[in-house]
């Protein structure tokens, strides 16, 4: 195995991980709001490419024109789900945390279960794109110009969200909600509302990732499943509630994920995120970036 070949392969472990923790932010930021987690998510991220698929067969939308289409159309999906099913499994007397899990979890068998009724369970795939079959070629390194794009488009989000987080009022009220959600309210912040867009903020984010992973991956009812669990992963291995840590993490996963490809079958190549992340259990429960 030579030192290009490496290189190589960290170099879409790199940009696959870019994405990786695009998808856990959204996650991360639900969770770290409101401690509720998301079970449906990977359906979102389903969600998401399935619409971006329709934009490019209906409209002849290429991915990257339909991705701010899909983000504000996840948002307005995220906003209503906690509205109409969130916030009235957070009123349960007792079990709130298991009320709120089969909520959402059954949220996401209906969400799959009528992704096959309507859309069959037939693979589909966007044949063509603006990307699509090019590369781009650095100091010897050949990189696919698809997932450069979304490795682009996820650095960009992920700063944009941070601005919003750090230095808009509307973060500063996240921010103040995350800590004392009861007591918010003493000051004029109605925390459903803020709720609301947090959660539509955080399915906006999985929106995005979907629309940009629909380029070059195939779309079929079940594809959220696998991303899903690796999100669900790399936002314990960042810290629950931490969204620098999600991005970081989805990196380490991504990077991890790449070098266990080149030593073990490509069939295999989970087993390295999953054992990386039980050595951060053993030695570090709160995750890498967690203050819990």
């Known amino acids: 195995m030579t030192a290009a070949i490496i290189i190589q392969s960290l170099a879409s472990g790199l940009l696959m991980g870019l994405l990786y923790g695009l998808i856990a932010v959204g996650l991360a930021l639900i969770f770290g709001l409101m401690d509720v987690t998301n079970f449906a998510h990977g359906e979102f991220l389903m969600f998401a490419m399935y619409i971006t698929f329709f934009c490019f067969s209906f ?43 089969f909520a959402t979890f059954g949220l996401a068998i209906v969400m799959r279960g009528l992704a096959q009724l309507f859309f069959t369970p037939d693979y589909r795939s966007i044949p063509t794109t603006w990307l699509g079959g090019k590369t781009i070629s650095f100091a010897g390194i050949y990189l696919p110009a698809p997932q450069l794009a979304g490795g682009a488009v996820s650095i960009l ?104 490809a080149m030593v073990l079958p490509p069939s295999l190549k989970s087993v390295g995120i999953y054992a990386v992340y039980l050595l951060v259990v053993f030695f570090r429960p709160r995750g890498l970036f967690g203050s819990i």
């Open 157 to 260: 989000a992920f700063a944009l969200l941070w601005v919003l987080i750090k230095r808009t009022d509307f973060g500063k009220a996240l921010e103040a909600t995350r800590e004392d959600a009861g007591a918010v309210a003493l000051v004029g912040i109605d925390r459903n509302k803020v709720f609301a867009l947090g959660w539509g903020l955080g399915s906006a984010l999985v929106g995005l990732a979907g629309a940009i992973m629909a380029s070059f991956f195939y779309i079929y009812p079940d594809v959220g499943a696998s991303f899903a669990l690796i999100a669900y992963v790399t936002v314990a291995l960042g810290g629950f509630g931490s969204v620098f840590g999600a991005f970081a993490g989805g990196i380490v996963v991504g990077l991890v994920e790449a070098t266990t």
């Open 59 to 101: 409209f002849a939308l290429d991915p990257l024109l339909s991705a701010p289409i899909t983000a504000a159309v996840l948002f307005a999906f995220g906003a209503m789900v906690y509205m109409l099913i969130v916030r009235f499994a957070m009123r349960a007397k007792t079990n709130v945390g298991m009320v709120q899990i």
